[in-house]
Each structure stands twice: as C-alpha cells, then as structure tokens.
C-alpha cells in the first residue's frame, strides 16, 4: 500500500512537471526574457525548505493529504526539466535550424522533427533527476496524510523505533536507485539504437 503510494506521487507529480515544464523550457529559450523571469520564479521555489512549502501549499488550498503533496512534488522537479530543456535547444546549432527553415519546415515542425529529436538526450538528464529527486522528496508526503513511505520514516522517528525507520528509508532508496538504473538502461538502448 505505502509503495503505490509512493509511485503513484512520483508518477503523477512528474508526469504533471513534464506537460508544463518542457513548453516552459521552450518558452525560455525562444523569449529569453520571459524565460529569465520563469527560472528566476521556479528556482526561488526551489530553494523553500519542503515542509515550509507543503505547510504554505496547505494554507493556500485548505486541504490536507495528497492534492498539496503532489502540488509540492511538481514544483520541485519543474526545475530540472525546465532548465534541461533550456540547455537542450541553446545546444542545437543556428545552422541546423537555418537548414530546417530551407526545407520548408514551419516551427511547428522544426520543433517535433528537428530540434526536439537533438535536445533529447539533455532533456531526458533533466527527468531523471527530477524523478530521482522526487522519490526522495515525496517521503515528506507522510506528513500531510499523504501517505508513501514517508509514513513508516515519520512513525520510526516518533516511535524511536530504528528497524520501523529502516522500513521506510530502505524501500524509498532502493526505488531511487531504480529510476537511476532505469533511465541508464533505457539512455544505453537508445544510444545504442541510434549508432
């Protein structure tokens, strides 16, 4: 139960960071100074404490359990996938997009075909640390009754119960090192496909 939980956090929260987070990414690199002002804001809530941010989140709602939780995991991993989708399309060369344009490509199709296939690799770095990271972060869900492993950390810790903190830290690690092994895998495959 406390490892769908978990996941569900994960999965839910990165898969809302990533419909907002790669068009702001876009966003910030074709007008830059929209995009300063986009990072400066997701990077300034990056750097509130998890717990002062849930708390505020809560007050803000007025709820209680998963709704803030997930809202807080969302805006912790948008900087990453923000920031990698940035860094993705300022490394494709004016050529490469000037060769598009000579081809008839409109934007629309100069993003999809061209310039999302070459950002690829960096923005897939940004997902997996926003994934890694949220894993780690969602076991403060526990707190506001959201639940994950998070809970079994909090009871331990409560409780001075060492092997009930073990419960919870233990499963929540070894998840963390699963997403990792699972994007190296999948980079390798696809790095492999590609040669």
């Known amino acids: 139960r406390l490892g769908a939980q978990h996941i569900f956090l994960v999965l839910f929260s990165l898969f809302l960071a990533l419909l907002v987070g790669l068009p702001l990414g876009i966003v910030c690199f074709y007008w830059p100074r929209t995009g300063h002002a986009v990072l400066s ?9 998890s717990l002062a941010l849930l708390a505020f989140l809560i007050s803000l709602l007025g709820l209680i359990g998963t709704v803030p939780a997930i809202l807080a995991l969302f805006l912790y991993a948008l900087l990453p996938i923000v920031q990698s989708t940035h860094a993705g399309f300022s490394e494709i060369s004016s050529s490469m997009r000037q060769a598009a344009t000579a081809l008839g490509l409109d934007f629309r199709l100069r993003l999809f075909l061209i310039e999302f296939p070459l950002a690829r690799t960096m923005i897939l770095s940004g997902i997996k640390v926003a994934a890694v990271t949220s894993v780690g972060t969602a076991t403060i869900a526990a707190f506001v009754g959201a639940g994950g492993f998070g809970e079994r950390i909090a009871q331990g810790l409560a ?6 903190l073990l419960a919870g830290a233990i499963p929540s690690a070894a998840l963390a090192l699963l997403i990792q092994g699972g994007f190296f895998i999948f980079e390798r495959r696809w790095v492999h496909r590609r040669r």
């Open 41 to 49: 804001v997701i990077g300034v809530i990056q750097t509130i404490p």
């Open 159 to 164: 409780l001075n119960n060492t092997s009930m």
